[in-house]
């Protein structure tokens, strides 16, 4: 696996692990709120005040959470050296490809010109 497959992996393992945790912790401070409103429903302006901030809290690291994932998927500064490697490498392949095309052109049209002797270079 290279550095784009892992980053890959590790940005929906993020935003799965971050989704749950606080999908679950979500859920927990409403039963709670929701046990103390009926315990004391004469508090339940100041509960659910402090629920809704509570729950802005867990929600900005859901945020959080996207953020890095869409770091890790579009910004990574890992991939960018690898995949500028690469692409030089192919680009290098294709270049040493084309002289080699080159040569045989030349000594294809040495043959056909009637020359008889075709010099071949060994590497």
Known sequence: MGVLEVSILVAGIAMAVGSLM????????????MEGISRQPEAAGKIQGALIIGLAFIESIAIYVLAIAIIILFANPFTSSTVSEQ??????????????KINLEKELTAMKAGSGKVEVKKK
């Open 22 to 33: 606080t999908g679950l912790a979500q859920g927990l401070s409403v039963a709670k709120a």
């Open 87 to 100: 692409k030089a490498k192919s680009e290098v392949a294709v270049l040493k490809l084309e002289i080699e």
